[in-house]
């Protein structure tokens, strides 16, 4: 789509026609296709307003129903933050007492719409001019929010008194635009010296606005985390989603932090316990109870948190599993009791398996190279076992162990 396209399609009887499509389906798809082009429409616009239809069916899970008033790129529902966490972004400007945020890299609006939502006055930019229009479309429902497309580069930021109670707010590109992967999605890169805007453009504009924010990977290294700043992993229903970087008056919490967000639920924040406790000696030191934290605490190496919270220790050290003898809740941990615990042995644990009628299994791992697969393959499980079991594949003192474990 190009942007002659997307002007007819938001506006007159290109956006008439969106509004009037019935909930996207697969199947029938074709067959309105046909009757819309029969009844007088324009294959190009109803070509578009189909594929708007179709994101917009992907898009409920970020936004819900939100989504049916958006138009959307494929490129940008993939990157765009979801609402709950664009939410806290937003919550966040407001309680630092921010009135103006400059969003740039706004992408489809997602951030800029929490922003606005809140009576933040929005200026949003993004280096592709239809994604930037498509984000003004998206603002449209706020008269002080407005995108254009632009370079961070150009942003001037203000100075002296006119810094009062501005901030921004950036959402580097981390993706190759017009390289997919095996899955058809646009590549992601991972280096830090890869994004754009670049990594030395986000510090320029956060010492210039002090009050700035910026979105990252999750793989942001901890050693490249700011003197001041906070830097905080997000997780969604257990998917690690964004290490966000908070400089000024929004860091709550200078240092590593992590934010564990579930549907439903109330956030679980998580901070520096100080140094880990020392690793089990032994594999007969795994005491009754297994915890395995978020993978925003994983992450943000805050695995100490979940040690302190149990009187427990780790496993082995950066496998992230801990074991201990208490039986407590932990909001950002799971909690599996220990069946059995054993050296990583094929032959020993299928007849272990064998002997308890045992012929399905969930396999979890972190810190040995054999996948669940391949375990199952050399175990020769049935295909449709009917008693199942979770094993944990990890490390002891550096050897390779499994554990029997249940949910608890």
């Not at 103006?100 to 800029?112: L, P, S």
């Not at 009754?288 to 050290?317: F, K, N």
Request: overall charge neutral; charged content about 25%.
């Amino acid at each position: 789509m190009d942007l002659a396209l997307l002007h007819r399609l938001t506006t007159g009887e290109g956006w008439e026609l969106l509004q009037s499509l019935p909930p996207y389906d697969e199947a029938t798809a074709l067959p309105l296709q046909e009757r819309l082009r029969s009844a007088g429409f324009d294959a190009e616009l109803v070509a578009a307003a189909l594929a708007q239809s179709r994101l917009r069916a992907r898009a409920r899970a970020k936004f819900g129903v939100f989504a049916d008033g958006m138009v959307l790129t494929a490129d940008g529902l993939e990157q765009a933050t979801r609402l709950e966490v664009a939410a806290r972004h937003a919550q966040r400007f407001r309680a630092a007492g921010v009135h103006t945020v400059h969003d740039i890299g706004c992408g489809i609006g997602a951030d800029a719409m929490a922003m606005a939502g809140l009576d933040l006055r929005v200026r949003a930019l993004d280096a592709d001019p239809l994604t930037a229009a498509a984000a003004a479309v998206n603002l449209r429902h706020w008269p002080d929010a407005t995108a254009y497309p632009g370079l961070a580069e150009e942003l001037v930021p203000p100075a002296g008194e006119g810094a009062r109670g501005v901030g921004a707010w950036l959402d580097p590109a981390r993706r190759t635009p017009g390289v997919a992967d095996v899955s058809g999605r646009t590549r992601r890169v991972f280096r830090l010296d890869a994004i754009s805007p670049s990594w030395d453009e986000v510090r320029r504009i956060a010492a210039a606005l002090p009050a700035t924010g910026a979105k990252l990977s999750p793989a942001f290294p901890h050693a490249a985390v700011p003197e001041g700043a906070e830097a905080q992993w997000t997780s969604w229903d257990g998917e690690v989603v964004e290490c966000a970087l908070w400089w000024g008056p929004l860091a709550r919490t200078p240092g590593r932090t992590a934010a564990v967000l579930r549907h439903g639920a109330a956030p679980v924040l998580v901070g520096d316990a100080g140094d880990p406790t020392p690793p089990v000696a032994s594999l007969a030191d795994v005491g009754p109870w297994l915890y395995e934290p978020d993978r925003a605490v994983l992450r943000a190496g805050l695995v100490s948190a979940v040690t302190r919270a149990t009187d427990g220790a780790e496993l082995d050290a950066g496998v992230g599993y801990v074991t201990s003898s208490r039986q407590v809740d932990v909001p950002c941990a799971k909690r599996y009791a220990v069946v059995e615990a054993m050296p990583l042995n094929v032959k020993a644990l299928r007849g272990w398996l064998r002997d308890r009628g045992i012929d399905r299994l969930t396999v979890k791992k972190r810190g040995v190279a054999l996948e669940p697969d391949q375990l199952r393959r050399q175990l020769r499980l049935p295909p449709r076992g009917r008693t199942e079991a979770t094993v944990v594949l990890t490390r002891v003192r550096g050897g390779q162990v499994v554990l029997v474990v249940q949910p608890s």
